[in-house]
């Protein structure tokens, strides 16, 4: 059974920093791309951050130069380093976790985890 389990959320001031991780359990973790997306009140879901199997790495613009996405293979965890934290910034964080093979799309989510910036 495939398990990502986020954590880390709290509620911090906006200029503060946060750190997210998420393990990973039931898949072979270092052939999975792992994504963070993030879901605020009465919008749709989006893309955050992404590292590759390889180690490449992809922001969206809106967090470029605050957040840094990294994974440790050897724990089955990603990480998202979250600083200067903005109001902006409050959503659910949610785990993704993705495969791709030729006939077949490998995706996983985690539960979410909730980050509150207050300003």
């Known amino acids: 059974q495939v398990q990502l389990v986020e954590s880390g959320g709290a509620l911090v001031q906006a200029g503060g920093s946060l750190r997210l991780s998420c393990a990973a359990s039931g898949i072979t973790f270092s052939q999975y791309d792992m994504g963070w997306y993030r879901q605020a009140p009465g919008k749709q879901r989006e893309l955050v951050a992404i590292i590759s199997s390889g180690g490449s790495t992809n922001y969206a613009d809106s967090v470029k130069g605050r957040f840094t996405i990294s994974r440790d293979n050897a724990k089955n965890t990603v990480f998202l380093q979250m600083n200067s934290l903005k109001p902006e910034d409050t959503a659910v964080y949610y785990c993704?976790?993705?495969?791709?093979?030729?006939?077949?799309?490998?995706?996983?989510w985690g539960q979410g985890t909730q980050v509150t910036v207050s300003s």
């Open positions: 993704n976790a993705r495969k791709l093979r030729i006939g077949r799309d490998y995706v996983y």
